[in-house]
């Protein structure tokens, strides 16, 4: 599985995106996750900074373009996801990247 990095002992809500590249593009048949302490059932989700009523579910596929976040009350909102229309787009791996790693670019319309 993945896991974000993050202070010892932290707990954060992570959006997590499948498939898991970045710029996360709508004909890629997107799916978000929020996962974090205490998100299960208790989810708010965020399009465009303004407050989407999706209440209560984990999981959904991406229909619209836009900025994405979700939110647990126990861990905060977690980092926003992009959703783009983009006919062509240079994506790389949706992961962590240091200095030194080997990184796979896919260049797709």
């Not at 002992?9 to 996962?35: I, K, M, N, S, Y």
């Not at 205490?38 to 303004?50: E, F, I, L, N």
Request: aromatic fraction near 10%; hydrophobic fraction near 35%.
């Amino acid at each position: 599985g993945w896991c974000p990095l993050s202070p010892a002992g932290a707990q954060t809500t992570q959006l997590l995106v499948e498939p898991p590249w970045t710029p996360a593009v709508l004909w890629d048949r997107v799916t978000l996750t929020c996962q974090g302490s205490g998100t299960r059932g208790a989810t708010t989700w965020y399009k465009d900074r303004q407050r989407w009523g999706l209440e209560k579910r984990d999981t959904f596929v991406v229909a619209y373009k836009g900025t994405y976040q979700c939110h647990s009350s126990r861990s905060g909102r977690s980092p926003a996801v992009s959703v783009l229309e983009d006919w062509v787009v240079l994506q790389v791996p949706a992961r962590a990247l240091l200095e030194g790693d080997t990184v796979t670019l896919r260049c797709r319309g």
